[in-house]
């Protein structure tokens, strides 16, 4: 017998073709960055398997320069947050502003409702601003006085943040962490990728003249293929002996949310690779940036919970 995550098909594309647009928005994002290949693809992936990413790394390796590449890749709307301890959440989420002509309240929409939503150093913020986002990210909707609007489809909330300087910026909740799909690193480039890319930014900046390889509606028709990927039992077996060796070995293991977040992300790795089923090796591929940022290793443990996941996937039979 198979599971299906999604079992409405209706306005998905065939697979071949999602797996063609993946490509396409991949190749497109890397003529801007270089030498970051698995990065760019896992970020696609994410874009089509309905997640959201937390970029994590040092200042100045180009965090905020994918997140704009991945927008402009797509024909749809993009807004930026910047960030910072003096945010509000209705600088994210919008206001209700009282017209006087009218003798009536107008709801101004905050940077939220786009289809692409950058939060440019996110730990700057206090968790009471951060957690603006939560709604919108897992329920794709935005509440404000009482008041529920939707976002709008595709919705992905690409979040960056620096890892250094943590005496000035606020831990991200374990409840935020959970709602991304993936957390990423990028590192510095090595010596040919860091020549090409002075190369490439000797006068004008690449990133001005990326146009669009891909509409809002192709996009949307590939995540509903994406969507309906087909999932054996045994699969899901896999992830869910992958979550409990998590929870078994640390103080706090991956939830059944982390657990779902795999899945979708190894559906939209089958795709990108021209599959209507997921195999284990699709798993495997995505199974360390999406459960990695979810646990909390054990005081007295010498893992990290990226070190647990490895050994989860040595450790777990297929």
Same mark, same amino acid.
């Given at each position: ?28 994002? $890397?003529?801007?960055?270089? @030498?970051?290949?698995?990065?760019? %693809? ?13 970029? %994590? ?8 320069? #994918?997140? =704009? ?24 989420? @919008? ?10 309240? $107008? +709801?101004?929409?905050?940077?939220? +409702? ?23 990210? $897992? ?15 595709? +919705? ?9 300087? =943590? ?8 409840? %935020? *962490? ?5 957390? *990423? ?12 890319? *002075? ?18 509606? $192709? ?28 929870? %078994?070995?640390?103080?706090? @293991?991956?939830?059944?949310? @982390? ?12 795709? #990108? ?34 070190? *647990? ?10």
């Amino acid at each position: 017998m198979s599971d299906n995550l999604a079992a409405d098909s209706g306005g998905a594309t065939d697979v071949e073709t999602a797996g063609a647009l993946a490509r396409r928005v991949t190749a497109n994002v $890397e003529e801007v960055i270089v @030498g970051h290949h698995d990065v760019v %693809e896992h970020l696609v992936t994410t874009l089509l398997a309905r997640g959201h990413v937390l970029l %994590e790394d040092v200042p100045g390796v180009g965090k905020t320069m #994918l997140a =704009r590449a991945v927008a402009r890749s797509v024909d749809c709307s993009f807004k930026r947050v910047q960030f910072t301890p003096d945010l509000l959440p209705t600088d994210v989420t @919008g206001v209700n502003v009282f017209n006087e002509k009218d003798r009536e309240f $107008e +709801f101004h929409p905050g940077p939220v +409702f786009g289809n692409v939503v950058l939060g440019d150093e996110i730990n700057r913020a206090p968790p009471k601003t951060q957690s603006a986002l939560l709604e919108a990210m $897992e329920e794709n909707q935005v509440t404000v006085d009482g008041t529920t609007r939707s976002v709008p489809d595709p +919705f992905i909330v690409i979040a960056t943040q620096n890892s250094v300087e =943590r005496d000035r910026t606020y831990e991200l909740p374990a409840a %935020e *962490l959970d709602r991304f799909m993936k957390k *990423l690193q990028m590192g510095y480039p090595d010596k040919s990728d860091e020549s090409e890319v *002075l190369a490439r930014v000797v006068g004008e900046h690449p990133i001005e003249t990326l146009g669009p390889v891909a509409t809002v509606d $192709e996009v949307v028709a590939a995540r509903r293929t994406v969507a309906n990927v087909t999932v054996e039992d045994a699969i899901r077996e896999y992830v869910t002996g992958l979550a409990r060796f998590t929870r %078994e070995h640390a103080t706090l @293991g991956v939830s059944p949310r @982390g657990s779902i977040a795999l899945l979708r992300a190894a559906q939209a790795r089958a795709v #990108l690779n021209d599959r209507d089923y997921v195999i284990p090796d699709d798993v495997q591929r995505e199974a360390v940036v999406t459960f990695g940022h979810r646990i909390r290793p054990a005081p007295d443990g010498d893992h990290t919970g990226r070190e *647990l996941v490895q050994e989860a996937l040595e450790r777990v039979d297929v």
